[in-house]
């Protein structure tokens, strides 16, 4: 089946570091979200990624789609304590004719002071 | 405006029972999505509904059953409980459904969830 995998899955770094998540699909995306979910939470928009090679920037993080529309990526840079919490990518696949998105297993980011 | 609002927040079962969930959407959204998402894992896709017909599904027994109400808001029923049924549940809203363009209006609102356990 159709399947979204991350690495890493955990990632531990001290404050200042950078960071990166990587998203890795088995099937071409039609385009690409990205979410962060803090502890006890629920995931919450980050970004949306459409074209082939698309580059975005928020602040401090950069958001990558590749070539082949089968990959993504999210780097923080200079990490914060407010970055903790677990990334998401979601896929927009499509099945019998509709659309779905499928969440990746996610990397869980904590953030050592 | 209210976010995407869901009840019950917390609920404990017992194996064979039913559930129903229930999802209110942000004011204008059509679309309302339910994820089951267990500890430790990524949102799995249960159902899409716009505008009240079913227009996706995920790899979920028939257990699961889910309907969506001219208000736009939905419900998700589960029945005969199992062990493996605990998890959160999370109800999205989007201003579409996924058969649009690749446009904003599939971003994806999420409630805060009502985590299930079934004993």
């Known amino acids: 089946g159709q399947q979204v995998m991350q690495i890493p899955q955990y990632q531990h770094v001290q404050e200042g570091e950078d960071f990166t998540t990587y998203c890795n699909s088995s099937t071409t995306l039609s385009n690409i979200q990205w979410y962060k979910q803090r502890p006890g939470g629920h995931p919450v928009f980050l970004i949306q990624l459409v074209k082939s090679g698309e580059v975005k920037k928020q602040k401090r993080l950069t958001f990558q789609f590749g070539e082949a529309k089968k990959n993504s990526s999210l780097h923080i840079t200079a990490t914060q304590t407010t970055d903790v919490g677990t990334y998401f990518c979601a896929g927009r696949v499509s099945t019998s004719g509709t659309y779905k998105y499928i969440f990746g297993t996610g990397t869980r980011l904590k953030v050592l002071a | 405006d209210a976010g995407v609002t869901q009840s019950p927040t917390h609920l404990i079962k017992t194996r064979g029972q039913q559930v129903t969930l229930r999802c209110s959407p942000i004011?204008?959204?059509?679309?309302v999505s339910w994820y089951q998402q267990v500890l430790g894992q990524g949102p799995q896709f249960i159902f899409q509904?716009?505008?009240?017909?079913?227009?996706g599904r995920g790899n979920f027994p028939d257990r699961f059953s889910a309907r969506q109400f001219p208000n736009y808001s939905s419900e998700l029923n589960v029945n005969a409980l199992l062990l493996g049924d605990s998890a959160l549940y999370l109800c999205a809203s989007s201003l579409a459904s996924y058969l649009a363009g690749d446009s904003g209006a599939n971003v994806l609102t999420f409630g805060a969830g009502s985590r299930l356990t079934v004993l």
């Open positions: 004011s204008g959204h059509k679309s």
């Open positions: 509904y716009y505008e009240k017909e079913e227009r």
